[in-house]
């Protein structure tokens, strides 16, 4: 686990144990309410925002934050397409990918251990 343990004087020590700073972090992002969802429907490939809307029954303008908080970080691009009409798709960046692993342990140890009731 990701902890580091500091004493007196910044020494690390085993007495005493701080949550990593990053480790939290991390913690805190995936933990926003529907992060970890809009994540999960961008490991299958590029999607459109009314694609995204409709498959997780998100509000837009909720959908619209999470975005724009998830390109803030890196983990999301947005591509625009010149055409007529405009055509806009979210896809997940390397830094995104990166998560996949993570997801997918997640959704494994869903389906073990919840119940949708």
Request: charge should be neutral; charged fraction near 30%; hydrophobic fraction near 40%.
């Amino acid at each position: 686990m990701l902890l580091i343990a500091i004493g007196k004087e910044g020494e690390r020590s085993m007495d005493e144990s701080v949550i990593c700073p990053r480790f939290e972090k991390a913690m805190g992002m995936l933990s926003q309410r529907w992060t970890g969802l809009v994540i999960y429907q961008l490991l299958s490939g590029p999607k459109r925002f009314c694609s995204l809307e409709s498959s997780m029954g998100i509000s837009g303008r909720v959908l619209s934050e999470r975005l724009k908080d998830l390109e803030g970080q890196g983990i999301v691009k947005r591509d625009v397409f010149p055409e007529t009409p405009v055509r806009i798709e979210y896809s997940l960046t390397e830094k995104g990918l990166a998560l996949k692993p993570i997801v997918k342990e997640i959704e494994k140890w869903s389906q073990t251990w919840l119940t949708v009731e």
